[in-house]
């Protein structure tokens, strides 16, 4: 670890030990990484991908934090964030996105450029690269309607490939990368359409607006914490077993909105993994639905 933190250093990669990941989630739960590294360009990327890959280093690659859980005992290994690479070029229709860049800078980019179709990634707290893994989406679109292309680096080979439309395999809330772990998104290419530019704006607004009103915005978290189940929300059978507020230590079922556990001080990643399990077995009981995470504990 310590060679792998040498070398990255002298190629002027910003390395960091026994960094505290609770300062970095959304949740803002977790132990130290033994090394946190933070690219800010492809180049510096694929340096910190061949560096753990060559040294055998256990690694993370995340975004903003915001769709996962870390260990209260942290990570024995190198955390690659990708945050600082906010690469981001619009061509025409199509937007080229490095791994890091927020989604709501590629929905202003999108507006400023006249255009639609990415008004839905306003708001939604991660990077291009977490929605991509998951399928990001909200309001009725998703990362499956406008990712033409993603090139990944294989952690396997150290190559680099590129996947197109349905060779990415989104479905719900999940895609080709969730069942690949050694596949890192570097990039995506997003096909948009010509829009006015006023009405983008409204739209982007609206879903702002309705993120206020019925969202926790207020206390850390890591937003819907179950996929939708096919046929219903998860959040209104959560509500309707009578579990809004119900709490496991510092982690507790959001009284704005079932579907969030909220970190309402101290929460740890073990109050919230019991505060899962309590939800899972009592929607089970009461409703016959079985509940999938979409959260990540790592
Ligand atoms: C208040 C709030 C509201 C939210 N609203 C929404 C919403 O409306 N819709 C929605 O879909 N989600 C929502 N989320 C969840 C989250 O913001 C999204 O899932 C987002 O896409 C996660 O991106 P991230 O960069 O934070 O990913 P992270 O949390 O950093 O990572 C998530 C997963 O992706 C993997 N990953 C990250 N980057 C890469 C990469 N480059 N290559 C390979 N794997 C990678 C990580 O290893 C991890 O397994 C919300 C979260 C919060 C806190």
Redesign the pocket.
């Known amino acids: 670890m310590e060679r792998l933190r040498n070398d990255l250093k002298r190629a002027g990669i910003r390395a960091e030990n026994e960094c505290p990941l609770c300062r970095y989630s959304?949740f803002r739960i977790g132990g130290c990484a033994k090394l946190a590294l933070f690219p800010k360009n492809r180049e510096e990327m694929i340096a910190c991908l061949d560096g753990v890959r060559r040294h055998g280093v256990p690694h993370?690659?995340?975004?903003?934090?915001?769709?996962?859980v870390f260990s209260d005992r942290g990570f024995d290994g190198a955390v690659i964030f990708?945050?600082a690479w906010k690469e981001l070029t619009v061509v025409g229709t199509r937007i080229r996105v490095g791994?890091?860049a927020s989604?709501s800078a590629i929905a202003n980019a999108a507006q400023r450029a006249s255009l639609g179709g990415a008004e839905f990634l306003y708001?939604?707290?991660?990077?291009?690269?977490?929605?991509?893994?998951?399928?990001?989406?909200?309001f009725g679109g998703?990362m499956a309607d406008i990712c033409q292309k993603s090139e990944?680096y294989d952690l396997r080979t150290g190559e680099t490939a590129v996947l197109c439309g349905e060779a990415q395999e989104f479905s719900n809330?999940t895609s080709i990368?969730?069942k690949h772990p050694h596949?890192?998104?570097?990039g995506a290419e997003l096909v948009l359409q010509k829009g006015n530019p006023t009405e983008i704006c409204a739209r982007m607004r609206d879903y702002t607006e309705r993120?206020r009103r019925t969202?926790p915005?207020e206390f850390p978290?890591?937003?819907?914490v179950f996929k939708r189940p096919e046929g219903y929300f998860a959040g209104k059978l959560i509500e309707d077993c009578g579990l809004k507020g119900t709490r496991v230590g510092g982690a507790e079922v959001s009284v704005k909105h079932a579907g969030?556990i909220v970190n309402r001080g101290g929460a740890t990643a073990e109050d919230v993994r019991c505060l899962c399990e309590l939800i899972r077995a009592r929607v089970l009981a009461q409703t016959g639905v079985t509940l999938e995470c979409?959260i990540?504990f790592?």
């Open positions: 959304s993370l690659i995340i975004g903003n934090a915001s769709n996962v990708t945050t791994a890091g989604l708001g939604i707290p991660g990077t291009l690269g977490g929605a991509v893994f998951m399928n990001a989406g909200a998703c990944y809330r990368y969730e596949y890192t998104v570097l993120r969202q915005l978290s890591a937003g819907s969030f979409e990540r790592l």
